[in-house]
């Protein structure tokens, strides 16, 4: 009689856990997850590109040492920034790996300005592949990006409805910060890394 006891009570608390929203909700926390992996994935891709991109110009760019230590210091600057999971709901360090974010792609913009005072580099075909595999990556970033703030989305609206919200705040769930939110139309846009940029805008 208890063990048949002890059955029907695991069945009636998994039954209250299912109807609750807990496990919708452990789910949302996993594809928040699942796309800030993701997200991570790119910018990694883009870091390990770096060094390529600056060696491949080295040769050409005698003269312009400042912007490709400009590019080397910012790629250091993310490289020493580690972030998990766990740290989504650190608003100081997202603050940080994204100011270094945002210094890379201001560096690697201007390294390709300055590319087009160097007609033999753009000639050079380890110079144009890796900027083709740059680009691509910008792109994926973008996407990967998008798809994290709606996983947030759907995440944080789901916890604040009725009833989830009460399951939400008795395990602890809260809000997630919307990394990036503020900035989502620039986001979604395609990246501008371009070869044909105008003396006037140089």
């Known amino acids: 009689m208890t063990r048949w006891l002890r059955i029907c009570l695991a ?24 796309a800030w992996s993701q997200t ?20 050409y760019m005698v003269n312009e ?3 490709l230590t400009q590019v080397t210091e910012a790629r ?17 360090l997202m603050a940080r790996f994204q100011d ?29 592949d890796l900027m083709t595999q740059l680009e691509g990556t910008e792109n994926r970033i973008a996407t990967e990006r998008g798809r994290y703030v709606e996983a947030v989305q759907h995440y944080n609206l789901y916890i604040r409805q009725f009833p989830n919200l009460i399951t939400a705040k008795i395990f602890g769930y809260q809000p997630k910060q919307n990394y990036g939110v503020a900035r989502q139309g620039e986001i979604m846009r395609d ?3 371009r070869f044909d940029v105008p003396a006037s805008a140089q």
């Open 76 to 92: 250091a600057k993310v490289g020493s920034i580690q972030l998990n999971a766990a740290d989504l709901d650190n608003p100081e």
């Open 100 to 128: 270094a974010q945002d210094q890379l792609s201001s560096s690697l913009s201007r390294l390709l300005a300055v590319s087009e005072n160097y007609p033999q580099l753009k000639s050079d075909g380890l110079f144009r």
């Open 65 to 67: 040492r400042t912007v």
């Open 191 to 193: 990246p501008e890394v």
């Open 40 to 59: 991570l994935n790119q910018y990694e891709r883009r870091a390990e590109l770096v060094p390529k991109l600056v060696n491949s110009v080295n040769a």
């Open 11 to 34: 069945m009636l608390i998994a039954s209250m856990l299912s109807a609750c929203g807990y496990n919708e909700i452990q789910r949302l926390d996993e594809q928040v997850n699942a």
